[in-house]
């Protein structure tokens, strides 16, 4: 089955940089675009970046342009996710989310979600 | 960048009664040569992710119970929970994926009332 797992959050101070990771399984991880999401403490859902599945493409939001750094490594089926100059407003549970359809030159709905990562950026 | 918003912001609906969510987006999500509205609805209950339920506006995505619906077309959209049960107590958010930033709205709170 579908598996993504987040990892490497945890706390950090204002300023300093974070990696995250996002082992996936289950489905030829190869085929797929992926995206992060995140969701701050008790607010709605925000979209954060995208990658394709070549990793040849990149799209991130504006609140996360030029600190935050999406990429993948295909040979081990982990998506990732560079911050850099984090600041307390990036405190958020960090998702993971396949894009629901392989090899598309088209975007789709993203249908599998991993469980997420805290992510708190405080002095 | 598209902007989505939600109506109502909360809602509490009897078991067994309809709820309706609305999503509005703040251009169109159509794709004219597919004719495919670029719009999904995601269900997030507290402590979980969010889950797909409904993808092009009205496809239900597999295992979905069918009593979730999803209509609309350009700009305005609806989920409809036919008959509402107690596991259907979350927030539900829509999203566009019509192009990048992939804009979700801000998410109605359902309960039961």
């Known amino acids: 089955q579908v598996q993504l797992v987040e990892s490497g959050g945890g706390v950090v101070q204002p300023g300093r940089s974070l990696r995250l990771s996002c082992a996936a399984s289950g489905f030829s991880f190869t085929y797929y675009a992926m995206h992060w999401v995140r969701q701050a403490p008790g607010k709605g859902l925000e979209w954060v970046a995208v990658?394709?599945?070549?990793?040849?493409?990149?799209y991130y939001g504006d609140s996360v342009k030029g600190r935050f750094t999406i990429s993948r490594d295909n040979s081990k089926n982990t998506l990732y996710l560079q911050m850099n100059s984090l600041r307390a407003e990036d405190t958020a549970i960090y998702y993971c989310?396949?894009?629901?359809?392989?090899?598309?030159?088209?975007?789709?709905?993203?249908?599998?979600w991993g469980q997420g990562t805290l992510v708190t950026v405080s002095s | 960048d598209i902007v989505m918003t939600q109506s109502p912001d909360s809602l509490a609906v009897s078991l067994g009664e309809r709820a309706t969510i609305n999503c509005k987006s703040s251009?169109?999500?159509?794709?004219?040569?597919?004719?495919?509205?670029?719009l999904a609805w995601y269900q997030q209950k507290p402590g979980q992710p969010p889950k797909l339920l409904i993808y092009w506006a009205s496809t239900r995505e597999s295992g979905v119970p069918d009593r979730f619906s999803g209509s609309g077309s350009g700009t305005d959209f609806t989920l409809t929970i036919s008959s509402l049960q107690a596991e259907d107590v979350a927030v539900y958010y829509c999203q566009q994926y019509y192009n990048p930033p992939f804009t979700f709205g801000p998410g109605t709170k359902l309960n039961i009332k």
């Open positions: 989310a396949r894009m629901g359809i392989p090899s598309s030159g088209s975007y789709s709905a993203f249908d599998y």
């Open positions: 251009q169109s999500v159509l794709n004219s040569p597919n004719s495919k509205n670029y």
């Open positions: 990658i394709s599945h070549a990793g040849s493409n990149k």
